[in-house]
């Protein structure tokens, strides 16, 4: 009987949390997934990282270390019917087991709301343990109810050190497994098509090798590799397999004023099928982030191009992502106000709940005004040029700079008026 082949990704599938790379954070020792374990204190959870990090096989770990049945779905192909048949097995379950079982959904960002809505009860209830797997951001495509009774845990990227211990690993496995002595010096041409999915690697050192098995080639070069690997090269995979890079490549090149490197990005993107909206969400954020108040009609460019997209659709969104990218990159630089709500959220954690001054409470009823609420509060409109000299902070904050401006022509001429009406009450910082 001819012996079943295993294909070499699923033979090198960690089995223990130590056997896991690159995630050592959620992993290693006290981290929040071996606790969980350990304490068998499981909850909902969303997986969030690229393809080839883990996700699945996490799952599959935590539900069998914990005495879980498993349950999977894919998001791509299941809807609500089969969602609701697991559900009812799983609630049958728990009359015997008293442990629920755990429902993983693959790709869970695909369902959509009536769908995510459907494993709400559920998950509610306790009849199961969710845990999704996403590649996109957790916050804009997992429902809030669903997210807010979810731990979310983010899996990173696998590093380049990992990616070739993974290649080293794949290598020596089958030459066990074929009886072959196969070496590969220079791993960086598998390691550059891998994208870092760990998945991927795996498959393409086991089909380069495959490739040269009945050869007489022992030592494998990057032209031998190449060979093999053509095809696929540049190949831009819509589904997340260099979701990450070319996003990140693009917001950089955008945020560093080169329009020439955001167009070809933006390319790379929608030559691969890359969904526009989530294309005009990221420009719409990196608006504020980067842009900010150094050029406010930015915001408004990138958020009529969010609308536009929605409404034209391909082929012809690609005209107006590709007029609101040059916009962006080539707009002029603050983050000064992401900087200053990131300080002030800092210091209201630092400082707690200060009270607010008598004079600028709210004073709706006779007894709050007899407790001098809005006592002495002093209105901008009456006074010239609309301001007054007025204390807004809190007493024990008096002073403080969160909103510093920036060194640009907008933000240099709110510098001036600031000190002009404060009279250097807010100093610059050192």
Known sequence: MKKQ?????????????????GQEHLTGYNSPVRKMLENDTLNSLI?????????????????EQSGRKFHKLSAVSSGVKEVREVIEEAKKQNLFSGKPPVLFIDEIHRFSKSQQDSLLHAVEKGWVVLIGATTENP??????????RSQVFVLKPLEYEKLETLADLALHQFNENENSDFKIEDKTVLIQYSG????????????VLNRFKNSDVSDISSE???SVLQENMVRYDKNGEQHYDIISAFIKSMRGSDPNAAVYWLARMLQGGEDIKFIARRMLILASEDIGLANPNALVMANSCFQAVQIIGNPEARIILSETAV?????????????????AMALVRKTGNLPVPLHLRNAPTK????????????????????FVDSEFMPEELSGTVLYDPGNNATERKIREEQQKKWNNKYQKRK
Request: no cysteine; charged share 25%.
């Open 5 to 21: 082949h295993i294909p070499l990704a699923e033979q090198l599938r960690p089995k223990t949390l130590d056997q896991v790379l």
């Open 47 to 63: 997986f969030w990282g690229p393809p080839g990090t883990g996700k699945t096989t996490l799952a599959e770990m935590i539900s």
């Open 139 to 148: 916050s804009f495509e997992v429902v809030s109810a669903l997210l807010s």
């Open 196 to 207: 870092g999915d760990a998945r991927k690697l795996i498959n393409a050192v086991e089909w």
């Open 224 to 226: 031998d590799i190449r």
């Open 327 to 343: 916009y962006l990159a080539v707009s002029p630089k603050s983050n000064t106000t992401y900087s200053a709500i990131n300080e």
């Open 367 to 386: 007894l709050m005004k007899d407790l001098d609420y809005g006592k002495d509060y002093q209105y901008a409109h009456a006074y010239e040029r609309h």
